[in-house]
């Protein structure tokens, strides 16, 4: 089935540090990949998405390229801020059949430090 | 502007008790999940839903029961509450790729 592999946590950065968050998956087909993001005491958030080969979603300074060949969307930010701090989360849709499921990540808590 | 609706945000239920968890959408859209998210556990898929009339099991349905009568509802029952189904869930709803989650309902069970 499918799955999402990321970097486990808790990462803990200075503000302005360059960030990463590797993310790898298992799927069939041609799945969609996203990042959500989830601050403290919120539901989860759309932070980008890339749905094929090559595509790089961006938004708020964060980056993620969708690689095929390494089945990779890692997760990057040239410089982080204190409000950056969250909890943040792979995931996959593979939309075969007619059942779209999202397959998330176990999470990756990023503190920030002024 | 409401996008997706929980509730309660939070509930203590006494083992063997049991209650129903709202989620409702105005955002007209066809899919709609429910997760449960445990401490360092990332979200598990407990139930889905394609369409009203249509629901099918994720990956931890055993405990749980839902229905869909409506496009916008899509209620979440636990029939006997147990220990092992303390958690915060998570109701979301998705048109095409993008889902749109809920705030979340924080349940104890004890």
């Known amino acids: 089935g499918d799955s999402v592999t990321q970097m486990e946590g808790p990462v803990t950065l200075s503000e302005e540090a360059f960030l990463t968050i590797n993310c790898t998956y298992t799927?069939?087909?041609?799945?969609?990949l996203f990042w959500y993001v989830q601050y403290p005491g919120e539901g989860l958030q759309l932070l980008l998405k890339a749905t094929k080969a090559d595509d790089k979603g961006s938004n708020k300074g964060f980056e993620a390229t969708y690689r095929k060949e390494t089945t990779s969307f890692h997760l990057e930010k040239g410089s982080v801020q204190v409000s950056d701090s969250a909890v943040y989360f792979c995931a996959l849709r593979n939309s075969g059949g007619s059942n779209y499921k999202l397959t998330f990540g176990k999470g990756t808590l990023l503190t920030v430090n002024p | 502007n409401a996008g997706v609706t929980q509730t309660p945000k939070f509930r203590i239920l006494k083992i063997g008790q049991s209650m129903t968890l709202q989620c409702t959408q105005d955002m007209n859209h066809n899919y709609m999940y429910w997760y449960r998210q445990d401490p360092g556990m990332g979200l598990k898929l407990i139930y889905y839903?394609?369409?009203?009339?249509?629901?099918d099991k994720g990956e931890v349905p055993n405990g749980y029961n839902v229905s869909r009568s409506t496009t916008e509802d899509f209620p979440l029952r636990l029939e006997l509450a147990a220990p092992s189904q303390t958690s915060v869930y998570f109701c979301?709803?998705?048109?095409?790729?993008?889902?749109?989650f809920g705030q979340g309902t924080r349940l104890t069970v004890v």
């Open positions: 979301a709803s998705s048109l095409d790729s993008r889902a749109f």
């Open positions: 839903s394609v369409g009203a009339g249509i629901t």
């Open positions: 799927a069939t087909g041609y799945p969609s």
